[in-house]
């Protein structure tokens, strides 16, 4: 089971890698422009001055430190990772090896309208959540409410409850900390829910 910051680490590298192309192309025309720079130097070398060639030896180190920050950077790219690689070999493990936090759940309601400021649920197996607005209780029997994504799934159980997993570290824009995953509604087999049609 990866850790979750190796998982941040790779996920790191594979975002390094999608910006390969833009700095291969910079690289490019930094060595276009260097070599322009050159053949400029060598028509023009009768007419140096000192300050001239002071100015176009510093252009010239500048030239050549940002060609050399960009091979760099190419060549530490990860390029033997893709991002469904990435959830399959780190993320998934990850998020299945994480304790599942339950919640017993007094009452809810299906959220008819996608439009809701609440709570995502991300699912790595790509499950597509609805809205709920649940009611929690607490150990002392009081009821929360919170408007989330969930899945349902029915059991052979007296009261519904709810269970998601949560991470302690943000490992992207959209893998964060606010996000429930794997967030499951285990009802009764009994409850009769009507559930949109995607």
């Known amino acids: 089971m990866p850790s979750i910051t190796r998982v941040i680490e790779v996920h790191q590298e594979l975002e390094s890698a999608s910006n390969a192309p833009m ?3 910079s690289e490019i025309l930094w060595i276009f422009f260097g070599i322009v720079f050159i053949v400029h130097l060598l028509k023009d070398r009768k007419s140096f001055s000192l300050l001239g060639l002071s100015f176009r030896g510093l252009f010239f180190v500048i030239t050549l430190l940002i060609i050399g920050y960009l091979t760099n950077s190419i060549m530490n790219c990860n390029f ?10 780190y993320l998934k493990p990850y ?3 994480l304790p599942e936090h339950k919640k017993n759940v007094d009452d809810f309601s299906l959220l008819l309208n996608n439009e809701v400021n609440g709570i995502n649920s991300i699912y790595i197996n790509g499950e597509k959540p609805l809205w709920f607005k649940i009611s929690l209780l607490d150990k002392h029997r009081l009821s929360k409410k919170i408007v989330l994504q969930c899945i349902i799934q029915k059991e052979p159980i007296k009261k519904p409850f709810l269970t998601y997993k949560k ?3 943000n490992i992207s824009g959209q893998y964060t900390t606010n996000a429930y995953y794997e ?3 285990h009802i009764p087999e009994e409850y009769k829910v009507i559930t949109p049609k995607n």
Do not use: C, M, R, Y
């Not at 033997?80 to 070999?89: C, D, L, M, P, R």
């Open 167 to 169: 991470i302690n570290k």
């Open 183 to 185: 967030t499951i509604l």
């Open 23 to 25: 700095l291969i192309i």
């Open 95 to 97: 998020i299945l090896s």
């Open 80 to 89: 033997s990772i893709n991002e469904t690689q990435w959830k399959k070999g």
